[in-house]
């Protein structure tokens, strides 16, 4: 059974650092794209990022590049989200996807609260 | 990294079908037939409803079906089900980077 769950989410101040993972199962993690996409409390669906399978190409959307960092382990079966510079803006739950032209599995999701 | 346009909301009663449009440009949409739609309950993760513009993965019913016109696909929701009341979400392959519709709330009447 594919498995994606993601931790490390939180409250973390304006300006502040959090790094969220993804632990993947069930499957082959090394032979698929891997993407971070984002839901703000009570907005739609924000693709963040995507990461190819061995981390050779990423793809940020514009209001996070420079701030955020994909990354993947695939001896861990793990996905990164390294973030940086955080602002209220980056509030939201981030879920972690397997695929990247479309995307059968989903992680629960991870809270980030950015506020003072 | 313009977020595709869907109408914020539809609605329909059950039996009736609903299309909802998605419409994105020739970067994304009209580019590539990697369009896929998904359906969101509250507090839950997105389910993936349709891929490839058209193509439904196992276990979603045939009532669901998609298309795509140059830069704009669209989903139809067929004999609508109280259960189909959900946000909608399209999503679209943009060259590396991924685009998704600011989403549809589908009310069942």
């Known amino acids: 059974e594919v498995q994606l769950v993601e931790s490390g989410g939180g409250l973390v101040q304006p300006g502040g650092s959090l790094r969220l993972s993804c632990e993947a199962s069930g499957f082959t993690f090394s032979t698929y794209w891997m993407k971070w996409v984002r839901q703000a409390p009570g907005k739609g669906l924000e693709w963040v990022a995507n990461?190819?399978?061995?981390?050779?190409?990423?793809y940020y959307v514009d209001s996070v590049k420079g701030r955020f960092t994909i990354s993947r382990d695939n001896a861990k079966n793990s996905l990164y989200l390294q973030m940086n510079s955080l602002t209220a803006e980056d509030t939201a739950v981030y879920f972690c996807?397997?695929?990247?032209?479309?995307?059968?599995?989903w992680g629960q999701g991870t809270l980030v609260t950015v506020s003072s | 990294q313009s977020a595709l346009t869907q109408p914020p909301s539809a609605s329909g009663s059950p039996g009736q079908s609903v299309t909802i449009s998605c419409t994105g440009t020739?970067?994304?949409?009209?580019?590539?037939?990697?369009v896929s739609w998904y359906q969101q309950h509250p507090g839950k993760a997105p389910k993936l409803m349709i891929y490839?513009?058209?193509k439904r993965p196992s276990g979603v019913p045939d009532r669901f079906s998609g298309s795509k016109s140059g830069n704009t696909a669209s989903l139809t929701v067929s004999g609508l089900q109280t259960e189909d009341e959900a946000d909608y979400y399209c999503?679209?392959?943009?060259?590396?980077?991924?685009?998704f519709g600011g989403g549809t709330k589908l009310t069942v009447l």
């Open positions: 020739s970067s994304d949409v009209g580019g590539y037939n990697y």
């Open positions: 999503s679209s392959y943009a060259g590396g980077n991924s685009l």
């Open positions: 990461i190819k399978q061995d981390g050779s190409e990423r």
């Open positions: 996807t397997r695929g990247l032209y479309s995307n059968t599995y």
């Open positions: 490839e513009v058209s």
